[in-house]
């Protein structure tokens, strides 16, 4: 593998598409460009910040980063119920260097389009104007690409400039957790809200896949929380919420309504990665939602995604029924052991449609984050600094689109319960499992559900708790190889 000595020196040179519904997102592939020759105008900048977003495709791809956090979390399981990921029973050998990878292709992309920006001399103000925002765009990417790093490998080698030699990439190690959040995500995140477009602003009609103000606070008050300063996610995020210094969100009336995808950058959307089969880039997360799926398409894996009897418990305990109906269905498959394995049907086209997808995929997007998860972080944040009061006018917002006669009481608001309206509201999105581990409650709450007989989940295979060491995964064998530098995480 000959991928970690060309990382870091990667210079745009094929310009890929995103696959929006507009010409900034939908041109077809260009053929290779010259960074030195090429990027003499905003416009033709712009063609290169395309290539950063393509990599979000790659990121949040149905088998890499959005299946192994699911499996890592206690909402999902695997096909034979005995993937290292759901057991945690990782080695070194179980890096799963795709998100790496990918991650890092993003950085180092940024990184080459944020040089040429700053490189380039403005010929007026206008274009001033314009080569901020996609500099914005591009730290936004950077921050993005490191916050998932750091949360999945821990620490990780710091990169945030181009490199004229690749072997300069050998030798600078891995750079501490807290080092990323302070020198690199929370100064790119502040860079992206004060620089890129608002929601609703006229410039992103047709665009709206790209990176705006309102994602880049959502993202920083979501690195506050998870490194323990409530105080600042509690500062982020009434930007977004109270000053509406982003533009303005809402709750979507109709929770089913929100992931549909004749239903694309709605009101409830921050940033999602979009995917279109016209366009040549389809998304195919559905061919990985459980049994009943691949009985259907004639392809089972066995990481195939299924979903936990306790998440289905608990919807029901809950009453939960719409949230329940749009995020599951049975998995009711004629024949089965044990007869129903549901699966996450919240992505996806009806069990009785799926075959029709088959080789071309959907156009489901996929939501990194949207405005729910943003008024219930708001709601931990001021739990956690002793704003209780203030704290349950957002939790409710929540819960009252789905269950308007059940809002809870200020003496029943806990961190527990905002983990558990949390579970209910966005499962499947790729939040579980970082809620968890950022809460401490990973070890105890998985080991629960790993040891725990619930309906047709009638079978434990350990037999003690998951070792804290497995909530990161190991740092890829081959990259150790090439660079002794990068040392391997404890455990490992």
């Not at 608002?198 to 047709?206: F, I, V």
């Not at 009985?295 to 392809?299: D, E, P, Q, V, Y």
């Not at 049907?345 to 996806?348: D, N, T």
């Given at each position: 593998?000959?991928?970690?000595?060309n990382?870091?020196?990667l210079?745009i040179?094929?310009?890929?598409?995103f696959?929006?519904?507009?010409?900034?997102?939908?041109k077809?592939?260009?053929?290779a460009?010259?960074?030195?020759?090429?990027?003499?105008?905003?416009?033709e900048i712009?063609?290169?910040?395309v290539?950063?977003?393509?990599?979000?495709?790659?990121?949040y791809?149905?088998s890499?980063?959005?299946?192994?956090?699911?499996l890592m979390?206690?909402?999902?399981?695997d096909?034979?119920?005995?993937?290292?990921?759901h057991?945690?029973q990782?080695t070194n050998s179980?890096?799963q260097?795709n998100?790496?990878n990918?991650?890092?292709?993003m950085?180092?992309?940024?990184?080459n389009?944020?040089a040429?920006i700053?490189?380039?001399?403005?010929?007026?103000?206008?274009?001033e104007a314009v080569?901020k925002?996609y500099?914005?765009?591009?730290t936004?990417?950077?921050a993005?690409?490191?916050?998932?790093?750091?949360r999945?490998?821990?620490?990780v080698?710091k990169v945030?400039?181009?490199?004229a030699?690749?072997n300069n990439?050998?030798?600078?190690?891995r750079?501490?957790?807290s080092?990323i959040y302070?020198?690199v995500?929370?100064?790119?995140?502040?860079?992206a809200?004060a620089?890129?477009l608002?929601?609703?602003?006229?410039?992103?009609?047709?665009e709206e896949?790209?990176?705006?103000?309102g994602?880049a606070?959502t993202?920083?008050?979501k690195?506050?929380?998870t490194?323990?300063?409530?105080a600042?996610?509690v500062?982020t995020?009434?930007?977004?919420?109270?000053?509406?210094?982003?533009?303005?969100y809402?709750?979507l009336?109709?929770?089913?309504?929100?992931f549909?995808?004749?239903?694309k950058?709605?009101?409830?959307s921050?940033?999602e990665v979009?995917?279109?089969?016209?366009?040549?880039?389809p998304?195919?997360?559905f061919?990985w939602?459980?049994v009943?799926?691949g009985?259907?398409?004639?392809?089972p894996?066995s990481?195939q995604l299924l979903v936990?009897?306790?998440?289905?418990?608990?919807f029901?305990?809950s009453?939960?029924?719409?949230?329940?109906?749009?995020s599951i269905d049975s998995?009711k498959?004629?024949?089965?052991?044990p007869?129903?394995?549901?699966?996450a049907?919240?992505?996806?086209p009806t069990?009785?449609?799926?075959?029709n997808?088959?080789n071309t995929?959907?156009d489901?997007?996929?939501?990194?984050t949207?405005y729910?998860?943003?008024l219930l972080m708001?709601?931990?944040?001021l739990?956690?600094?002793g704003?209780k009061?203030e704290?349950l006018i957002?939790?409710?917002?929540v819960r009252?689109?789905v269950?308007?006669?059940?809002?809870?009481?200020?003496?029943?608001l806990t961190?527990?319960q905002?983990?558990h309206?949390?579970?209910?509201?966005?499962?499947?999105?790729g939040?579980?499992y970082?809620?968890?581990?950022?809460t401490g409650?990973?070890v105890?709450?998985?080991?629960k559900a790993?040891?725990?007989?619930?309906?047709?989940?009638?079978?434990i295979y350990?037999?003690?708790?998951?070792?804290?060491?497995?909530?990161i995964?190991p740092?890829?064998?081959g990259?150790i190889?090439k660079?002794?530098?990068?040392?391997?995480n404890?455990?490992?």
């Open positions: 593998m000959t991928y970690m000595k990382l870091f020196s210079i040179l094929i310009v890929l598409m696959g929006c519904s507009a010409d900034f997102l939908n077809q592939p260009e053929d460009l010259s960074t030195g020759a090429y990027y003499n105008n905003p416009a712009k063609t290169g910040l290539a950063c977003y393509k990599n979000l495709q790659n990121i791809n149905q890499d980063m959005p299946l192994i956090t699911e979390s206690d909402d999902s399981k096909f034979t119920w005995s993937s290292v990921w057991l945690f990782k179980n890096s260097g998100i790496w990918n991650c890092y292709k950085i180092v992309n940024s990184n389009i944020i040429i700053d490189a380039y001399k403005a010929k007026d103000a206008t274009e080569l925002v500099r914005g765009e591009a936004f990417l950077r993005l690409g490191y916050f998932n790093l750091v999945i490998y821990g620490d080698p945030v400039a181009p490199f030699d690749s990439a050998f030798g600078i190690g750079a501490s957790v080092d302070t020198s995500i929370i100064p790119d995140l502040e860079f809200f620089n890129c608002k929601k609703g602003d006229s410039a992103l009609k047709n896949a790209r990176a705006t103000s994602a606070l993202l920083l008050g690195a506050y929380l490194i323990n300063n409530p600042k996610a500062e995020l009434k930007k977004l919420i109270v000053d509406k210094a982003a533009g303005t809402s709750l009336a109709d929770y089913k309504s929100i549909q995808p004749n239903n950058f709605n009101a409830e921050i940033f979009n995917f279109n089969v016209a366009a040549g880039q998304s195919y997360w061919k939602m459980g009943d799926i009985k259907r398409l004639s392809a894996s990481n936990e009897h306790n998440l289905m418990r608990d029901v305990n009453n939960e029924l719409t949230r329940y109906t749009a998995g498959c004629p024949g089965d052991t007869p129903i394995q549901a699966w049907s919240k992505l996806c069990a009785a449609t799926v075959k997808y088959v995929g959907t489901y997007n996929y939501m990194v949207r729910a998860d943003a708001y709601s931990e944040a739990l956690a600094i704003k009061t704290a957002y939790f409710n917002q009252a689109r269950r308007p006669t059940a809002l809870i009481t200020e003496n029943e961190i527990d905002i983990l309206e949390r579970r209910m509201e966005l499962s499947f999105e939040h579980r970082f809620d968890l581990v950022r409650k990973a105890s709450v998985i080991t790993l040891m725990t007989k619930v309906d047709y989940d009638d079978k350990i037999t003690g708790p998951i070792a804290e060491y497995q909530l995964l740092i890829p064998v990259e190889e660079d002794p530098t990068l040392t391997q404890t455990g490992y």
